[in-house]
């Protein structure tokens, strides 16, 4: 069974720009959350998508957004970037979206923003 | 609110030597679940194992073992004859029943180990 798959590995944007990243979970998981991984702040979480709904968020600005397809497939996308959004950008999926359901994540998207 | 400490920032060990990471937890909720990841330097985060909070069962697989202890809030994991292969950041991480949610967990800062021959 594939993994959870996230696209692209790494990006380079300027401030100011908007980025897009991609992520599929393991076929037949439902939920997906996005995390956001930084020296400083560590892993944070910003929000979860199950069934093409958004059902959780974070503590980030309306910069960050999301969206989950019918197929399950997520996007993230960043807004007006900024230097602190550098990070790198973890997809996760669950396959019942519950509190004792493990979280199984991609390689990440490195974004660095100059 | 809930909160994940794992006060070991990094250890060196060197191959074959045993090694513990800590990790403390705080919650208010009755019905918590406990997790251990391993993040090697590709980035993915693998998870290595769960634990029901309503079982305190010490597990082992391998060489790895972890010990749940309730009473100290404590789930700390164990590498036997450590392998340069187990050299990674480890997180340990809460998820609260009371969330509804998988994806609200919450993560410690993270062990980095480094095993040398």
């Known amino acids: 069974k594939a993994g959870v798959t996230q696209t692209p590995r790494y990006l380079i944007k300027t401030r100011g720009q908007q980025v897009t990243l991609s992520c599929s979970p393991i076929?037949?998981?439902?939920?997906v959350s996005w995390y956001q991984q930084t020296p400083g702040q560590g892993l944070q979480f910003l929000f979860e998508y199950f069934s093409e709904t958004q059902r959780n968020k974070g503590n980030f600005p309306g910069r960050f957004s999301g969206r989950q397809f019918s197929n399950s497939r997520s996007e993230m996308n960043v807004s007006t970037l900024e230097l602190g959004d550098s990070a790198l950008y973890l997809c996760?999926?669950?396959?019942?979206?519950?509190?004792?359901?493990?979280?199984?994540f991609g390689n990440g998207t490195r974004l660095t923003v100059t | 609110a809930q909160k994940v400490t794992q006060a070991q920032t990094e250890i060196s060990v060197v191959e074959k030597e045993d090694v513990t990471l800590d990790c403390v937890y705080e919650?208010?909720?009755?019905?918590?679940?406990l997790f251990w990841y391993k993040q090697p330097p590709s980035g993915e985060l693998v998870f290595l194992i769960r634990r029901n909070s309503f079982d305190e069962q010490n597990e082992i697989s391998g060489r790895y073992s972890w010990n749940f202890q309730k009473s100290t809030s404590s789930f700390n994991f164990t590498i036997t004859a450590s392998q340069v292969v187990d050299s990674a950041v480890y997180f340990c991480?809460?998820?609260?029943?009371?969330?509804?949610?998988?994806?609200?967990?919450?993560f410690g800062t993270g062990t980095r180990l480094q095993v040398t021959l």
């Open positions: 076929s037949g998981h439902r939920s």
């Open positions: 991480a809460l998820s609260e029943a009371n969330t509804g949610t998988a994806s609200k967990l919450t």
């Open positions: 919650t208010r909720d009755t019905t918590y679940y």
């Open positions: 996760a999926s669950s396959l019942t979206g519950k509190p004792n359901s493990p979280l199984h």
